[in-house]
């Protein structure tokens, strides 16, 4: 009897150690299984970072040719603007004695980009005769704030900038290839001849009969 249940005992104990052994190495499995798994998925997490850092790197260099093109289209389109504000000087200083002869306004010296040494003043064109002087600044494109700025900041500095002309009555003009009729008018309104181009690429004056010139001091 005794024997017997030494037996049994022993059975448990090696049926519990199967079971345990069978347990374990299913774990086992399922723990290789997730470890595959795991790292399986650690490869696609390192592939698409890899992916994804070389998007960023094809975007930063996109991005870098973009920046570039751009800064040559500001540097082309500054060019341009220099262009323009050439061709229009040239155009009114061209035609600043057949504009103003009609009005009995006659002109032995006229003068372009007048610049005062020691100071940033610079006046686009200057044209004198016997006590008389007209002042004309130009634009590519006028607007009421450039008229402003002309009117209040460089007019006013004339004659202290060009003392050669403080005796001198001074007139003041302002030319634009472009110009709208409102603004035309409110230059006109402050006292200025108001110059512009025409459609044949000539000169105009777009103040109305009558108009009175403002004197500046």
Not at 85 to 104: H, Q, S
């Amino acid at each position: 009897m005794s024997d017997n249940i030494q037996e049994t005992r022993i059975n448990r104990v090696e049926r519990c150690l199967e079971e345990f052994t069978s347990e374990f190495s299913k774990g086992m499995l399922e723990l290789k299984k997730f470890t595959g798994e795991f790292g399986k998925g650690m490869m696609e997490l390192k592939e698409a970072q890899r992916k994804t850092d070389e998007q960023l790197n094809r975007t930063d260099e996109q991005l870098k040719k973009t920046i570039k093109k751009l800064d040559n289209i500001g540097e082309k389109l500054g060019d341009l603007g220099i262009v323009q504000g050439e061709v229009a000087e040239e155009l009114f200083y061209r035609n600043v004695k057949g504009l103003f002869k009609p009005l009995d306004l006659r002109f032995d010296r006229i003068r372009r980009n007048v610049k005062i040494k020691g100071s940033k003043g610079e006046y686009d064109i200057v044209a004198d005769d016997s006590g008389l002087v007209l002042v004309i600044e130009v634009k590519n494109k006028l607007s009421k704030r450039l008229v402003d700025k002309f009117m209040d900041e460089k007019l006013p500095r004339f004659k202290s900038l060009l003392p050669e002309y403080r005796d001198s009555k001074v007139l003041g003009g302002i030319g634009a290839l472009v110009v709208k009729d409102d603004v035309g008018r409110y230059a006109e309104k402050a006292g200025l001849f108001v110059l512009t181009q025409t459609s044949d690429g000539g000169a105009a004056l777009l103040n109305r009969k009558g108009f009175r010139p403002k004197e500046f001091s």
